[in-house]
């Protein structure tokens, strides 16, 4: 599907999903159903006197690659990590003495809290949440009912998950009002500003000149700019949960993890290099597996093209091919599952548990690695555990993994905001870890956690039941 991807598009299940989860009316989904020119700056063939304007799958793809790259994420990046330490810092549940501990109800509900206010606001500018002070928890509320629009239940059937919905769209309408409204468009040094309080981040505003050039409602504006909000949130966050989780369950990773990201740390500012941050092999390698371990998003490619061959199949013109992550991240005859466990007789790391090392090779475990290996290898293996100097010298290895590991889609449609996704994660994790001391309540309640498959196949899996924590400030 991805190596053909110039042969497919992605437009109707585009289309689906505007319709049916953000909920754009059919007025303005003609926007997109009448663009056939494709995502390439030449439009296809047929198309070549399509009105530039109304070219919105194009200056879409254009926009998120090019202001979610370079300078622009750069910006993006150093905006979420001080807004959410800033967050951190500020917290009221968390004691101001090192001294005392907090025990939270949730670890996810707080850490989604944060991420969330710092990466709306790093997005959307700094209006948001004074003018709708409710938003997260109607985000939430809304994400918690995506299955439902996706089954296109009507109102008169679900009006809660309705409801929600217009309350969440309600408040974006009210933030692109103030932007709108407020924001000097003739003023050039705003105008091509990396970021300014009212629209927040370049993106933002690009995409809103975009539909005015569309010529879409505003009612549209706002469902669109709903779906970026949730493109934005909704999978990273989760996949964090998983990541910071499982470093706690696994004795001894915590001190690993702290070791690793303290010389990204300056002790004196609390400042970091977020590049260096995330070139750290163990820290990446857990970041991997919890993408691994959480995404079941649904991949969904159309031929454009009536002889269109896939695996020796032919394709009918308009036919759905569909895949999802989530399989072949637990394909048992692919993945290492380390060595046979003598107590058990079952492998040390199934597919469907969360193994910190999975993606990282050793230079003296010839064990190690993501993919299976020979079973003679796993008997001659010593296996003794890891140290703080092996991480040291760990590689992260992703290559040969691609067709059982696609998180991010792939091909010309890959995901653009996975590299802003990748540094919000990674700085979330190492930030709340430098400024915390965390504590599992019950450890054995803890390791029952699962992915809560209610939410399959939307994207990446929440976990399926409250996990309790104890928290303190570090004394820094």
Aim: glycine content about 6%; proline content about 6%.
């Amino acid at each position: 599907m991805f190596k053909n991807s110039r042969d497919m598009t992605a437009k109707p299940l585009t289309i689906v999903a505007l319709r049916d989860s953000f909920g754009v009316a059919v007025k303005d989904l003609g926007v997109f159903i009448r663009d056939g020119s494709g995502i390439n700056s030449k439009p296809t063939e047929g198309f070549e006197d399509f009105n530039p304007d109304h070219r919105i799958f194009h200056t879409q793809h254009r926009d998120l690659h090019l202001l979610l790259s370079g300078l622009s994420l750069d910006e993006m990046t150093s905006r979420f990590v001080a807004k959410y330490t800033d967050k951190l810092e500020k917290s009221s549940e968390i004691p101001k003495s090192s001294n005392e501990w907090a025990e939270l109800p949730d670890l996810y509900s707080f850490l989604r809290n944060e991420m969330f206010h710092a990466a709306t606001e790093s997005l959307c500018g700094e209006h948001m949440f004074r003018l709708s002070p409710n938003f997260a928890r109607e985000f939430w509320d809304f994400d918690s009912k995506m299955m439902t629009y996706l089954r296109r239940l009507p109102r008169w059937m679900s009006p809660k998950a309705w409801r929600i919905r217009d309350q969440a769209l309600a408040s974006v309408k009210r933030w692109r009002k103030n932007a709108s409204e407020n924001f000097d468009s003739q003023n050039e040094e705003l105008a091509n500003a990396e970021y300014e309080p009212l629209w927040g981040a370049k993106i933002m505003r690009a995409r809103d000149v975009m539909f005015i050039k569309a010529e879409l409602s505003d009612d549209a504006r706002a469902s669109i700019d709903l779906g970026m909000l949730w493109a934005t949130n909704a999978n990273v966050i989760p996949a964090t949960l998983w990541a910071l989780l499982n470093v706690y369950l696994t004795p001894g990773l915590p001190a690993r993890v702290l070791a690793e990201t303290s010389s990204c740390f300056d002790s004196k500012t609390g400042s970091f290099d977020i590049a260096t941050l995330c070139s750290k092999p163990l820290l990446t390698s857990i970041y991997h597996e919890a993408l691994r371990y959480s995404v079941a998003l649904t991949i969904a490619r159309n031929p454009l093209t009536p002889d269109f061959k896939l695996a020796g199949w032919k394709m009918e013109l308009g036919s759905l091919l569909i895949s999802n992550p989530w399989y072949g991240g637990r394909a048992t005859d692919f993945w290492n599952t380390g060595r046979i466990a003598a107590s058990s007789g079952q492998p040390e790391h199934p597919v469907d548990s969360f193994w910190a090392e999975r993606f990282l090779e050793y230079p003296d475990d010839p064990a190690s690695g993501p993919i299976r290996k020979d079973d003679s290898v796993y008997r001659s293996a010593e296996g003794k555990p890891k140290t703080i100097e092996d991480d040291k010298r760990a590689k992260v290895v992703t290559a040969g993994v691609q067709g059982h590991f696609y998180p991010y889609g792939g091909g010309t449609k890959i995901c653009p905001g996975r590299f802003f996704a990748k540094q919000e994660m990674i700085a979330a994790i190492a930030v709340l870890m430098q400024k915390f001391e965390l504590e599992l309540v019950d450890l054995d309640a803890a390791r029952k956690t699962k992915p809560d498959h209610a939410f399959f196949p939307a994207g990446a899996l929440p976990p399926d039941r409250a996990v309790p924590v104890k928290m303190r400030r570090r004394n820094l």
